[in-house]
């Protein structure tokens, strides 16, 4: 039956004892959305709304952008759909939006910043997102990339608001924001970690370079303790907010186990990652999981971390 499980996903993301984590689709416009629905994705966690238009060199109009959009929505009738705004600027670069000549564009003005440098383009985009949400009836969720202060998590909110989409959030993908997260989180409806900027971020290690792979480990546990704090910060000061997870760390199964464990509610991947999570979820009790979270938090390194919690994980056998 494991391989039965693994081969395709039963659309219902949850630990043994019945504790649910919806499983969500990482997607790059509609080809890949209707896959992933195909797939049992529960919904969208991340539409990378840069992936539609890589090859532009210049921004698209709003009926543009409202025909790719809808393109997604249409495919999770329903279903909650999570747009990212544009994401332009170091590995991610578009012409119309990004300076090509930045000495360091990691650091520079990307993702939500580039509003500073090209006012308009982010209203549009919203403008397009909240028309295109009108027509269908997925349960469209809209978050802004690379933000790094609790203002400019409430100026992003406002700013959907004024759009008419309720539901605005943040990535935490800033070790800023992820110490912030509950001064943000009263900003903001909900949060999603970006784990590959996140780690970046961290451990001061450009996510593109091989050589420094190692480093580049979400399982290193300076970064477990982010998304532990980013959790915390989701249950202070009275809230109850959700705390996603859509960068790689959700695809890699034993890691999602200790998402899970750390208070993550949704975890966001490609939509071929998603049969071995569930599996591998479906195999631990909630309990479990926040053990398993212990130890990797209380490891000494990325290494110890990961063996750790695949010694407590016996499903892994089975799998192969
Ligand atoms: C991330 O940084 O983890 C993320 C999901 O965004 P991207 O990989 O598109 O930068
Ligand atoms: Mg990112």
């Known amino acids: 039956h494991v391989a039965a499980s693994l081969s395709v996903f039963d659309g219902n993301g949850a630990t043994a004892d019945g504790h649910l984590v919806p499983i969500l689709a990482n997607v790059g416009g509609a080809a890949d959305a209707v896959k992933a629905a195909e797939a049992g994705a529960q ?24 025909v790719a959009y809808r393109g997604v929505f249409d495919a999770f009738p329903g279903k ?10 170091a590995d991610k670069p578009l012409p119309f939006l990004t300076d090509s000549t930045e000495p360091n564009p990691s650091l520079g003005v990307r993702g939500y910043r580039t509003d500073m440098t ?10 397009a997102i909240a028309t295109a949400a009108e027509a269908s009836s997925a349960v469209v969720w809209v978050m802004a990339p690379m933000i790094a202060t609790v203002d400019e998590a409430a100026d992003f909110a406002a700013m959907c608001r004024v759009a008419g989409l309720k539901t605005p959030g943040v990535m935490v993908e800033v070790p800023s924001a992820a110490l912030r997260s509950a001064s943000i989180l009263t900003e903001a409806e909900f949060v999603s970690l970006g784990t590959n900027d996140l780690t970046q971020y961290a451990m001061a290690a450009d996510r593109q370079l091989g050589t420094l792979a190692a480093l580049n480990s979400p399982w290193q546990p300076a970064v477990l303790q982010l998304i532990q704090l980013t959790v915390a910060g989701s249950i202070a000061e009275g809230h109850n907010k959700p705390v996603g997870v859509c960068g790689e760390a959700a695809a890699d199964p034993v890691l999602a186990v200790v998402l899970v464990g750390l208070g993550v509610a949704t975890l966001s991947m490609t939509s071929r990652s998603m049969s071995a999570v569930g599996a591998v979820l479906k195999s631990v009790t909630l309990e479990e999981a926040q053990g398993l979270a212990e130890l990797a938090l209380s490891a000494r390194n990325a290494d110890e971390a990961r063996t750790r919690v695949r010694a407590g994980l016996p499903i892994l056998e089975e799998l192969g």
Do not use: H, M, N
């Open 43 to 66: 919904g969208v966690g991340l539409l990378r709304t840069e992936f539609c238009f890589l090859e532009r060199d210049t921004e698209p109009t709003i009926d543009e952008q409202v």
């Open 80 to 89: 909650k759909v999570v747009v990212r705004t544009l994401d332009a600027g």
């Open 118 to 127: 090209s006012p308009g383009v982010l209203k549009r985009q919203l403008t």
